[in-house]
């Protein structure tokens, strides 16, 4: 019986059964967004090494972008502060201005590059900032029987 | 072909029940499987049924409450935050009745003035502490719980699976552990609120007084509220003690007079605890620590020589800088974003909080025609 379950586990692995692929984050440097720039082995016949790097890294670079402590944030923070956070009301923290980019930006990589493959990648917001998820957009179901 | 494509399946299912082990261990049905059409909840409007937008504080799994739809989030208890309210309120309202009027001609009229920017500050700062989400992380989907368990699995056969992982941060290992509730594994830093039933990003401490949980995202205003009640504390029992000893020739008793004075009892009482609060909190900042590490004793010297705190900047000031001025990030539970249930769609994995979720890239616009992320 465990020798089944484990030929079938590779057998899965290799036959993408999964409908869902996560990438989790890295927390090598602290509480930081980042998220981990392993290549998960369930995408490997679905896009190239190359393309979903490019995809992460460009991600972790908005992300840096917008927990960046520095002159900018500074002035947001005590300008909020005075204003008791009121200021808020009326405008976008630059965190929100960022978090616009990277949607429009996970927009644009689906249409280019993943939803030709057959994938979809999800915005690590709905997630809590916790995962990257890749949604395979035909279930194997069809894919096998097709 | 089709025998090997059951069996896998078969397998899948089987092996979604080993990693179910770790689902047993919670006592709480996670709704995430309750599809939204059958959350436990009822509808806020009888008329919303079926294919009506649900929105996704009201299938939250957590126990909180959610206000001007799902706008205002607390915890369930907000009894003591009411007697906060009333404390400060009934404090103020009876300095600004009958101490003001004396001390604005008597000495200036700016300490009215004063008195009355602190307050609108004080309750500005209370509120925001009170009704922001303080970061809570949304519990695992099924599928993100089934891939962890499966990573689990594939690192080795030992029973009882890991619940723990290491992470070097900054030269320094910290434990991340599994949170059974949420099935996730924990960022550094965050912990398991038990009264509020989440797992809170930056886990301070669940503040009663403020009738909610004190984390990433509130913690700043959490802070600014305590040390503005200091000063206000201390403005008022100077000046109401000012007062006392001007009029001390006039006649001073009876329950009007006592009413009058207790103020200065009020103060006199709570100065102590808030001072002393805002001190601690302001060593807290200081060295980057949260109450939680605090109390635990997580980075200090007695543990081992070589343990020290990985998230310090090393300077007080930028400690301060990046805790009180840092960016603050948005909401995870957000309310403004229009979730539809899509009870048409037939999926091929068990993933109801899909149900729950707008178009997976990019987020769906709201009825007003702005996307929010949150606030």
Redesign the interface.
């Known amino acids: 019986m465990r020798t089944t379950?484990h030929n079938?586990?590779e057998?899965?692995r290799s036959?993408s059964?999964?409908?869902?692929?996560?990438i989790q984050?890295d927390?090598?440097?602290?509480?930081v967004c980042r998220f981990q720039t392993k290549f998960p082995p369930e995408l490997d016949s679905r896009i190239e090494r190359a393309l979903l790097d490019q995809t992460v890294k460009t991600l972790n670079s908005y992300y840096v972008e917008?927990?960046?402590?520095g002159g900018q944030?500074?002035l947001?923070?005590?300008l909020a502060?005075a204003t008791?956070?009121?200021i808020?009301l009326c405008m976008e923290?630059?965190?929100?201005k960022v978090?616009?980019k990277i949607?429009?930006y996970?927009?644009e990589q689906?249409e280019k590059i993943y939803a030709p493959r057959g994938l979809?990648?999800?915005?690590p917001?709905?997630?809590?900032?916790?995962?990257v998820?890749f949604?395979h957009l035909l279930?194997?179901?069809l894919s096998?029987q097709g | 072909?089709s025998q090997?494509?059951h069996?896998?399946?078969d397998?899948?299912q089987?092996?979604q029940q080993q990693s179910g082990q770790y689902d047993q261990i919670c006592t709480r049905s996670s709704s995430s499987s309750i599809p939204a059409t059958e959350a436990a909840e009822p509808a806020p409007c009888p008329g919303q049924r079926g294919r009506s937008p649900r929105r996704k504080w009201q299938v939250f799994p957590g126990r909180n409450r959610f206000y001007c739809d799902g706008r205002i989030m607390m915890a369930r208890q907000t009894g003591v935050f009411y007697l906060t309210l009333v404390l400060i309120l009934l404090t103020c309202g009876l300095f600004f009745t009958f101490d003001c009027p004396f001390l604005a001609s008597n000495l200036t009229p700016a300490i009215p003035v004063v008195g009355g920017v602190l307050f609108?500050?004080v309750m500005?700062?209370l509120f925001?502490a009170s009704f922001s989400d303080p970061g809570?992380?949304?519990r695992?989907?099924p599928?993100?719980a089934a891939?962890l368990g499966r990573q689990i699995d594939s690192l080795g056969c030992s029973r009882p699976p890991p619940r723990t992982r290491e992470?070097?941060?900054?030269g320094q290992t910290?434990k991340?552990k599994y949170c059974f509730t949420c099935k996730?594994f924990r960022?550094?830093?965050a912990s398991h609120c038990s009264l509020c039933d989440n797992c809170v990003?930056?886990f301070d401490h669940h503040c009663p007084w403020v009738g909610n949980c004190v984390g990433r995202r509130n913690y700043r205003?959490f802070y600014?509220f305590i040390v503005s009640l200091s000063l206000l504390t201390l403005f008022i029992f100077a000046f109401v003690i000012t007062h006392i000893f001007s009029s001390a020739g006039s006649n001073r008793t009876g329950f009007l007079s006592a009413l009058k004075d207790s103020p200065v009892v009020v103060c006199f009482f709570s100065v102590w605890s808030i001072v002393g609060l805002s001190g601690f909190h302001t060593y807290l900042i200081s060295s980057n620590q949260t109450t939680n590490e605090d109390i635990k004793g997580s980075w200090s010297t007695k543990r081992s020589k070589d343990n020290y705190n990985?998230?310090s900047y090393g300077n007080i000031l930028?400690n301060c800088?990046?805790a009180?001025?840092?960016?603050?990030?948005?909401r995870?539970v957000r309310s403004t974003i229009r979730t539809k249930v899509r009870s048409d769609v037939k999926h091929?994995?068990e993933?109801p909080d899909s149900d729950v979720?707008?178009a997976?890239?990019?987020?769906e616009v709201s009825a007003r025609g702005t996307?929010?992320?949150?606030?």
């Open positions: 379950f079938l586990q057998l899965r036959a059964l999964v409908t869902k692929v996560f984050r927390y090598s440097e602290g509480t917008a927990e960046k402590i944030s500074y947001e923070g005590c502060c008791a956070y009121i808020f923290t630059r965190y929100e978090l616009r949607s429009s996970i927009q689906n979809l990648l999800t915005d917001i709905e997630r809590g900032m916790r995962v998820s949604t279930p194997l179901s096998v | 072909m090997l494509l069996a896998s399946l397998q899948q089987q092996n609108v500050f500005g700062m925001r809570v992380l949304p695992a989907t599928d993100e891939d992470v070097l941060i900054n910290v991340l996730i960022p550094p830093r990003e930056r205003f600014l990985p998230y930028t800088c990046a009180l001025c840092g960016p603050l990030p948005p995870s091929t994995s993933d979720q707008s997976p890239c990019a987020p996307t929010r992320f949150g606030y």
